[in-house]
């Protein structure tokens, strides 16, 4: 079973459009979070919510919106997509905040490239 | 599979020290990148230092330089002339080149005034 999905795994689309990335994590995981991985293969985070709700909320253009319809599920919402918004995706989970189960798991990426 | 193991849930160590973190991986792969990550109270993910498998070199960055062994499959951290400022939990990260992401299980580290 997989422990952190996300989909879709490739997403191909022109300046302008808007897109959604899904993420679903079956560990039970209060905590999620979305990165971007530039190309140095750093991970730069963007959000977090705990229980669903947002508790990291880098600065990242607001063209880009978090949801989270429950604790399982983190999407990620991106409007009017620009060149540069083209990157490898990371959705992660982690168990409890404050502990030290605070590990993540990450889901498999979403490369999205920008046309 | 590949793991990352980090084997020192705490540690602590006086301002203006040096400490050092360890973290071992395993993996059968010969091309992919180790990453020490700093998750301060705030909970936000900062990247301390990034190695490259290929490199012999082992990386540093100001106070921040790593002990790479890449026979030993072992990726020290170690700090120096520590700084309250870098009181955090401390993970350990192995990608691959297929953006394979596995996270050690952190290590707390507390400084001392």
């Known amino acids: 079973d997989t422990a952190v999905s996300q989909t879709p795994k490739y997403l191909v689309t022109q300046m302008g459009n808007d897109k959604s990335i899904k993420c679903e994590q079956n560990?039970?995981?209060?905590?999620m979070y979305w990165y971007k991985q530039d190309s140095k293969k750093f991970l730069k985070i963007m959000f977090s919510y705990n229980n669903k709700e947002l508790i990291i909320n880098e600065t990242v253009p607001n063209r880009f919106s978090p949801k989270s319809p429950d604790k399982a599920h983190l999407n990620l919402h991106i409007n009017s997509l620009e060149l540069g918004d083209s990157a490898v995706y990371f959705c992660?989970?982690?168990?409890?905040?404050?502990?030290?189960?605070?590990?993540?798991?990450f889901g498999p990426g979403t490369r999205l490239l920008v046309l | 599979a590949q793991t990352v193991t980090q084997s020192q849930p705490e540690m602590s160590v006086q301002e203006a020290e040096t400490v050092t973190l360890s973290c071992t991986y395993d993996t059968s792969e010969s091309d992919y990148y180790l990453f020490w990550y700093k998750q301060p109270p705030s909970r936000q993910m900062i990247l301390v230092i990034r190695q490259e498998a290929y490199k012999q070199q082992n990386a540093t960055e100001n106070r921040f330089s790593v002990n790479f062994q890449k026979a030993a499959k072992s990726f020290s951290l170690k700090i120096s002339d520590s700084q309250l400022g870098d009181a955090a939990m401390y993970f350990c990260a192995y990608t691959n080149r297929d953006d394979k992401i596995i996270f050690g299980k952190g290590t707390r580290l507390h400084i001392l005034p």
């Open positions: 560990l039970g995981h209060d905590t």
């Open positions: 992660a989970s982690s168990p409890k905040m404050g502990t030290r189960e605070e590990t993540q798991y």
